[in-house]
């Protein structure tokens, strides 16, 4: 079973709490990770991990659930929602970036009505979801 977040509209997965694996019920997932632990180890790896797409951060950061918008807190992320106010754990620096998981690109919070401006790559998903 999937849910759709009401902040993105991205479809993710009850049981596993990643993207939804269109074609595969939970239990063929499972399978098919199991079959293959090589395989899934290195998607694991490539799914949940990434580089700030600060360039003046470039913070490593992990991602295990959630939608697809993030924001940098420095020592991980948070997912969709999460203000930047909330990074700050015991004075720490951050760099507070909001963006896309899928592209790196960045996302800005409309002041008017809190709504996100994304500026997606072009090839990405979400780019017609950019303003």
């Given amino acids: 079973r999937y849910y759709t977040c009401h902040a993105c509209n991205q479809q993710l997965c009850f049981r596993h709490a990643i993207e939804w694996h269109k074609g595969y019920t939970c239990d063929e ?3 098919e990770r199991a079959q293959n ?17 600060n360039q003046t951060c470039r913070t490593p950061i992990m991602k ?3 939608c697809d918008v993030m924001t940098c807190c420095r020592y991980g992320t948070h997912a969709c929602g ?7 754990h015991g004075g720490q620096n951050y760099c507070g ?9 960045k996302i800005d919070v409309d002041k008017k009505n809190g709504s996100y ?14 303003h």
């Fill in 29 to 31: 997932f499972d399978q």
């Fill in 37 to 53: 632990p090589d395989l899934a180890s290195d998607a694991t790896v490539l799914a949940f991990t990434k580089q700030c797409p």
């Fill in 64 to 66: 295990f659930e959630g």
């Fill in 82 to 88: 999460d203000e930047k106010g909330k990074c700050d």
């Fill in 97 to 105: 970036q909001r963006f896309c998981w899928k592209c790196l690109g």
């Fill in 117 to 130: 401006v994304r500026h997606c790559n072009q090839n990405c998903e979400y780019a017609t979801l950019n």
